[in-house]
């Protein structure tokens, strides 16, 4: 008995269609079945359309309220009022081959405590070769981007089935429309199952890939770097924002003596709109999944801990080049070695002191 999740946005004319291919392909493997059309208010008329199915078919639709409009969110939805414990979500355009269903299926009951994904890379799958070569390009970038996640090699796919019982739905926080990535990282399964599939582009409607759902990934893909990878990522992602102010601090630095200060009082000032980017960035990136306290008092904290990052930068730099002949020869290492340690007491004194809060489930 499974439950078949299809969200859908405008896709009146696929979803008549769609409902017919999954029946043939259903009833031929004398499996039990619901279709759960999860739409996000389409200003079209596809609830009279599904109601109209829904004297020949086992499908029915809902329009959830109250919140944006998202992919991933609908797959949620439709999860949460499914009836059956075996999940398989597809999309409404039939570029998800529905012969594929039985044999997803047999996957995952060989061993549910797998992901089972219906996949353009694992051997024997493949696209529609008239992708462009943007599309294409696009697609390998964000699959590569998403590998050090999850072992599957299309974590890209929206064609997927898996036990309802392996995800809790209440610790989900998916950003656009990858929800088989979010699901796959953040569920309770002990692996991932690939089922190959040729995938088909659709031949009524319009994608709905634009950049604001490709900047929603990337906003989605750190949420996930962060929750998989925790302290190691937030570390890289701190050593990027630090990265990035020094780059502030040296053009205010420059600007500034442009505008005819003297180097030393430059040097002085470029300090405070560089640590106060470093600050605004971390907050809202780094950080971003802790809870916000008041700006003013968190903003004199991260000024403090800089400050004295910056001795240690400075402690370390005098030791080693007072202390050691090697490093009196080659000051510019010594540098280093200083800068590398001030970050880490920088990151260590915001992780724990400046941006302590718990963390947002």
């Not at 609830?47 to 199915?53: F, N, W």
């Not at 697609?139 to 898996?162: H, K, Q, V, Y």
């Amino acid at each position: 008995m499974i439950t078949i999740v299809v969200p859908t946005y405008r896709e009146a004319g696929n979803v008549a269609n769609l409902v017919s291919a999954v029946d043939v392909v259903m009833k031929k493997a004398q499996l039990e079945y619901e279709m759960l059309v999860v739409d996000d208010n389409s200003p079209d008329d596809i609830v009279e359309i599904v109601a109209g199915l829904a004297n020949s078919f086992p499908v029915r639709i809902i329009q959830p309220d109250g919140r944006p409009r998202d992919l991933s969110l609908s797959v949620i939805d439709g999860v949460r009022e499914a009836e059956f414990e075996t999940i398989v979500v597809m999309d409404a355009d039939s570029s998800h081959p529905a012969e594929i269903i039985p044999e997803m299926l047999r996957t995952l009951d060989k061993d549910r405590s797998r992901f089972t994904v219906g996949s353009r890379y694992t051997s024997g799958g493949g696209f529609d070769r008239d992708w462009s070569l943007w599309r294409f390009v696009n697609s390998s970038i964000a699959t590569m981007l998403a590998r050090p996640l999850t072992e599957c090699t299309d974590p890209m796919s929206g064609f997927f089935a898996f036990d309802r019982n392996r995800v809790d739905l209440d610790k989900m926080r998916p950003i656009g429309y990858k929800i088989g990535l979010e699901l796959m990282v953040r569920g309770e399964f002990s692996g991932v199952n690939e089922v190959a599939i040729q995938f088909k582009d659709r031949t009524i409607g319009m994608s709905k890939m634009n950049f604001a759902q490709q900047w929603k990934y990337l906003r989605h893909l750190r949420r996930l770097y962060l929750y998989r990878f925790k302290g190691w990522a937030e570390l890289v992602h701190y050593g990027a924002v630090g990265a990035s102010g020094f780059i502030v601090d040296v053009v205010f630095y420059y600007l500034l003596q442009f505008l005819g200060l003297e180097h030393q009082i430059a040097r002085a000032i470029s300090f405070w709109p560089a640590v106060s980017w470093n600050w605004a960035l971390n907050r809202v990136a780094t950080f971003s999944e802790r809870q916000r306290r008041p700006k003013a008092k968190q903003w004199f904290e991260f000024v403090i801990t800089c400050l004295i990052g910056f001795s240690v930068n400075w402690g370390i730099y005098f030791a080693l080049t007072s202390n050691v002949p090697f490093f009196d020869s080659y000051r510019f290492l010594a540098l280093v070695v200083g800068i590398g340690g001030a970050s880490l007491f920088n990151f260590t004194a915001a992780t724990l002191f400046v941006y302590s809060e718990k963390r947002v489930n």
